[in-house]
């Protein structure tokens, strides 16, 4: 596949790598070129403009942190994200110090970002995932008791049977939570998740649902 990914933090650097490793054709964009020099030359992977990676992709990821999400989307251009799936990483975390290892949002819980950026470009087609887990395990995790658990949600079905692609091929089962609402509670579980790394550096973990 042609995979856009918009970003060039550890995250975008990670997920775009993995997409490298599984045979897609990448192009992440950035504002700042220097950023991705080393990442270009360890993954023969391509670099451009916001806009020139949401042109190049069939699927565009968003991995860039949410106080921002809304800019680079602009940059990116609404013609070049229409119709397509975005696989949207971004949580709503605000710029102040966690409390007892909790993170603040800029959200609420009658809201979330996903539903402010599919507001913001009505025409793409959002799928919230990989938010609730750091980047060491994002691409084929290694934990015990097989395979964890990644949560997703968007209003469109195709977009999500994309993603869900994307992540059984990544090492993930998937759990699906319907409309683009679920995000309300998705997102917040990067909150939870933060907090063993936080209070006790332990940042090696995952999520699992599990039934009988």
Do not use: Y
């Not at 013609?79 to 709503?92: A, F, R, S, V």
């Not at 395979?147 to 759990?175: D, Y």
């Amino acid at each position: 596949m042609k995979i856009g990914v918009l970003g060039s933090g550890a995250v975008a650097k990670v997920l775009a790598s993995g997409f490298v490793r599984h045979g897609d054709d990448v192009l992440v964009g950035t504002r700042d070129a220097k950023k991705l020099a080393d990442w270009k030359k360890e993954t023969g992977g391509k670099t451009g403009s916001f806009a020139e990676a949401a042109a190049h992709g069939e699927i565009v990821v968003l991995a860039v942190k949410g106080l921002i999400a809304h800019e680079v989307l602009k940059l990116a251009g609404s013609t070049n994200l229409q119709g397509k799936t975005i696989i949207d990483t971004t949580n709503p975390i605000a710029d102040v110090p966690p409390v007892n290892g909790v993170i603040k949002f800029f959200t609420t819980l009658d809201d979330s970002l996903m539903e402010r950026l599919q507001k913001q470009v009505p025409d793409a087609r959002f799928v919230k995932a990989f938010s609730c887990v750091g980047n060491a395990l994002m691409v084929n995790p290694q934990v015990k008791g097989g395979r964890p658990t990644m949560f997703i949600c968007g209003n469109n079905e195709h977009a999500k049977e994309q993603t869900k692609e994307v992540l059984s091929r990544f090492g993930w089962e998937t759990e699906d939570m319907g409309a683009v609402e679920a995000a309300r509670a998705i997102e917040p579980l990067c909150i939870l998740w933060c907090i063993p790394g936080f209070l006790r550096n332990d940042w090696a973990h995952a999520i699992t649902m599990v039934r009988p």
